[in-house]
C-alpha cells in the first residue's frame, strides 16, 4: 500500500488541476465569463471594468509628468480628447456587434477567413496576453510603492520591491487556485471607496492651487519659456502623448464583460438590445468619470509636486496622488489612501487574471492549438503566475519600466478594435462611418507604432508571447491531429433513416467514402462498381455514399449535422467540415452509437507523396485520408472489437 500511496497522490492532484475545465467552448466562471447565472444593473458592471479602469489613477499622474514634464496636462487633454471622440465610439460600436464578450479579436476573426483569420488572432492574443499579464504585474508593483512608500511601513520593506509584488502574484494565484466567484459586489465597494477618495484629494488640492495662483502663473510662464506658444505646446503634446496611452486601458475589459449586464426584457439572444444599451451606458460613464478625474489629477499634481519628486525613486513615483494625500490630508488619511490604492489595484490584477482565464481557452483549445489541460483553470493560473514572476524579476517591479509594455498592449487591441469597426461599417456600406472609424484607425496606428519605436519593451515582450503562442499551437496541431474534433454529431431524419434502414433490414452497414466531383449519374455508378469489385461487396449487399463537403480547414471543432440526400438513385449523406479523416471517423462512430452496430467504410488509395499528403492533411484536412481515419478510429476507440472496420483499395 505504501508503494501506491506517491501514485494515488499524483493522480489526486492531477484530478484536482484538471477539475474545472470548462466546456468545450471555453466558457469560464468569473467576472469575464461568457455565460453567467446572474445578471447586474450596468452600473454595478461598470465598477467590475472600473477595478482595471479607475485603478490607472494610482500610477497614470506619475506616468504622465514624467513623460511630458510640465506639459503634462495639455497632454493629458489630449488624451481626453481621443478617448471621448476616438476610443469610446469605437468600443460602443464593438459593443453592438459582438455582445457575447468576446471583443473586437471575435470581430475579425469574423471578417478574416480561413487561415488568415487564424493566424491574425493568434498575434492578437499575443498582445492581449501582454496586455493582460502586465497588468498583473504593473498593478502589483504600483501596489507595493504604495505600501512601501507609505510613513508607518517598516523601513526593512525598502529595497524589497521584487519580494514583495512577487508575494502579491502568488497571493493573487492563490485565490484563483481556490476558486474565484463572481465578485462584482467587492468591485462595486473598491471602485466607490477609491474615487471617492481620490475626489476629496482632487478637490482639496484645487482648493490649494485656488488659494495660492501663483503657481499657475508659475507653471505658464516655466511652459513658455521651455516650448514657447501654445501651438508648439499641442504639437509636443501630439508627440508624448503615446506615453500616456495607459490611460485607455480599460475598454477592452468594458466590452469582455457584457453578458454580466443585465439586459431589457424584449432581449433575445440574437438581439440583446436592453443589453446592448447598458454596456453602452457603462462605457460612455466610465470613460466622462475617468476623463474628469485624469484631468484634474494632471493638472494638480504638476502645479504642487516639485519635477524632481516623479523621477525614479522620488516620493512621487508611480504614486502622485498618494503623495498629495499625505502631503495636505496627513498621514492618516494618506494611509487610508494607500490601503484602498493597494485593494483596487491588486484586485485589477485579479480582473486581468480572469480576463486571460476567458480569452485563452476560448480560441487556443478551439483552435486545437493548445492542450486539453488548456481548459482548465489551475494549470493555467500556474503557468500565468510563473510568466508573472519572470516579468517581475525582468522589470526589477518598476512601474515606469513596465509602462511601455502596457501601453503596447493597450494601443494594439484598440487599434484592432478600430479596424475592426472600420471592416465592419464598410462592409454594410456606411460611408460616413467607415471614414470616422478609418480617421480614428490611422490616429491609433500611428500612436502605437510611435510608442513602439520609442519604447520597444513592450513589443519584445508581445513579440515572445506570439513566438510561444505560435510554437505552441504549431506542435499542439499536430501533436491533436488524430483526435476526434466534432463537438456534436446529428444525423438528420433521412441519415437516420438510411443507416437503421440497413441496420434493421440487412443487419449490416457498408459506406463508401466519395469525393464529390461531377455530381452526375455515371461518377456515382462507376465509385460503386469500382469499390464492389476491388473491396469485395457482395452483390446486392446495400451501399451508402459518405461525403464531405470542404469548408474553413483551420478550424479544429465542429459541429458536425449529416443530412441524409437521394442522388440519381444513391443514398448519400453529406457532412460539411473542414477535416475529412476526423469527420468521417466521427460519423462512424455516431452511426455505430446510434445503431447498435459496427460500420464498414471503403475508401480507394490517395495518390501522390505521402509527405506532400501529410503536410496536406495539416493545413487543409485532406491528403492521405484512408490511413489517418483508420489511426483516429484506433485512438478514439481503443477495444478493437467495437471500433468500426476500414477497407482500402
Not at 14 to 34: E, F, I, M, T
Not at 228 to 237: E, R
Not at 333 to 354: E, H, K, N, Q, R
Request: charged fraction near 15%.
Amino acid at each position: 500500500m505504501l508503494v501506491n500511496k506517491p501514485r494515488e497522490s499524483a493522480t489526486n492532484l492531477k484530478s484536482w488541476l484538471l477539475q474545472d475545465s470548462g466546456d468545450r467552448q471555453g466558457n469560464r466562471v468569473g467576472p469575464h465569463a461568457a455565460k453567467v447565472e446572474r445578471t447586474h444593473s450596468w452600473w454595478r458592471v461598470m465598477c467590475l471594468t472600473g477595478v482595471d479602469y479607475f485603478s490607472t489613477l494610482g500610477y497614470q499622474p506619475a506616468i504622465a509628468a514624467l513623460a511630458a514634464g510640465l506639459l503634462s496636462p495639455i497632454a493629458t487633454i489630449v488624451l481626453v480628447i481621443l478617448t471621448l471622440l476616438g476610443a469610446l465610439p469605437v468600443y460602443r460600436r464593438v459593443a453592438e456587434e459582438s455582445f457575447r464578450g468576446s471583443g473586437s479579436i471575435q470581430m475579425l476573426e469574423k471578417l478574416l477567413p480561413w487561415w488568415s483569420g487564424k493566424i491574425f488572432v493568434l498575434v492578437l492574443l499575443g498582445f492581449a496576453a501582454t496586455d493582460f499579464m502586465i497588468t498583473i504585474t504593473l498593478s502589483a508593483a504600483d501596489a507595493t510603492a504604495h505600501a512601501i512608500e507609505n510613513p508607518f511601513a517598516p523601513s526593512w520593506l525598502h529595497g524589497q520591491e521584487v519580494l514583495v509584488t512577487l508575494f502579491l502574484v502568488t497571493l493573487l494565484g492563490i485565490v484563483f487556485l481556490r476558486g474565484f466567484k463572481e465578485a462584482i459586489g467587492i468591485a462595486v465597494v473598491l471602485v466607490a471607496v477609491y474615487l471617492f477618495l481620490n475626489l476629496i484629494v482632487i478637490v482639496v488640492s484645487i482648493g490649494h492651487v485656488a488659494s495660492n495662483a501663483a503657481l499657475i502663473t508659475d507653471w505658464w510662464a516655466a511652459l513658455t519659456m521651455q516650448h514657447g506658444n501654445p501651438l508648439v505646446m499641442v504639437g509636443i503634446a501630439l508627440l508624448v502623448f503615446p506615453k500616456l496611452a495607459l490611460g485607455l486601458s480599460g475598454f477592452e475589459t468594458g466590452v469582455a464583460v457584457m453578458p454580466q449586464v443585465k439586459g431589457g426584457a424584449s432581449d433575445t439572444v440574437d438581439n440583446p438590445a436592453g443589453r446592448i444599451r447598458g454596456t453602452k451606458r457603462l462605457l460612455t460613464t466610465a470613460a466622462l468619470i475617468m476623463s474628469g478625474f485624469l484631468i484634474t489629477s494632471s493638472i494638480v499634481t504638476t502645479l504642487l509636486i516639485p519635477q524632481e519628486a516623479f523621477q525614479p525613486g522620488g516620493p512621487a513615483n508611480g504614486r502622485a496622488l498618494a503623495y498629495l494625500a499625505h502631503e495636505y490630508l496627513g498621514n492618516a488619511f494618506g494611509s487610508v489612501y494607500d490601503i484602498s490604492t493597494i485593494c483596487i489595484l491588486w484586485f485589477a490584477g485579479a480582473s486581468a487574471m480572469a480576463g486571460l482565464l476567458n480569452l485563452v481557452p476560448r480560441y487556443l483549445p478551439r483552435y486545437g492549438m493548445a492542450p486539453q489541460w488548456a481548459r482548465a483553470v489551475r494549470p493555467l493560473v500556474l503557468v500565468f503566475v510563473a510568466i508573472a514572476f519572470v516579468i517581475t524579476i525582468a522589470f526589477q517591479a518598476s512601474v515606469d519600466a513596465q509602462g511601455g509594455a502596457y501601453a503596447t498592449g493597450v494601443l494594439v487591441l484598440m487599434t484592432s478594435a478600430s479596424v475592426a469597426v472600420t471592416l465592419s461599417a464598410r462592409r454594410k456600406q456606411q460611408r460616413w462611418p467607415t471614414l470616422g472609424f478609418a480617421a480614428i484607425a490611422v490616429i491609433l496606428v500611428y500612436t502605437t507604432i510611435v510608442n513602439i519605436v520609442e519604447r520597444p519593451d513592450g513589443v519584445r515582450i508581445a513579440g515572445l508571447f506570439i513566438v510561444g503562442i505560435m510554437v505552441i499551437s504549431l506542435v499542439s496541431r499536430v501533436r491533436r491531429s488524430f483526435e476526434l474534433r466534432a463537438t456534436s454529431v446529428i444525423l438528420d431524419p433521412s441519415a437516420l433513416d438510411f443507416v437503421t434502414g440497413d441496420a434493421e433490414d440487412y443487419d449490416v452497414i457498408r459506406i463508401i467514402s466519395h469525393e464529390p466531383d461531377e455530381d452526375t449519374e455515371v461518377e456515382y455508378r462507376n465509385k460503386s462498381r469500382d469499390e464492389r469489385r476491388f473491396g469485395n461487396i457482395p452483390p446486392g449487399s446495400p451501399i451508402i455514399f459518405l461525403e464531405v463537403l470542404p469548408s474553413d480547414s483551420s478550424d479544429f471543432e465542429e459541429d458536425l449535422i449529416v443530412r441524409g440526400v437521394a442522388k440519381h438513385g444513391y443514398r448519400v449523406l453529406q457532412v460539411t467540415s473542414g477535416n475529412v479523416p476526423n469527420t468521417i471517423a466521427a460519423v462512424l462512430l455516431e452511426i455505430r452509437d446510434q445503431t447498435g452496430l459496427i460500420p464498414e467504410i471503403y475508401f480507394e488509395w490517395t495518390q501522390g507523396n505521402p509527405l506532400a499528403n501529410m503536410f496536406k492533411f495539416l493545413f487543409t484536412g485532406l491528403g492521405e485520408i484512408a490511413p489517418v481515419t483508420r489511426e483516429v478510429l484506433r485512438e478514439s476507440e481503443p477495444n478493437a472489437k467495437r471500433r468500426p472496420h476500414v477497407h482500402v483499395s
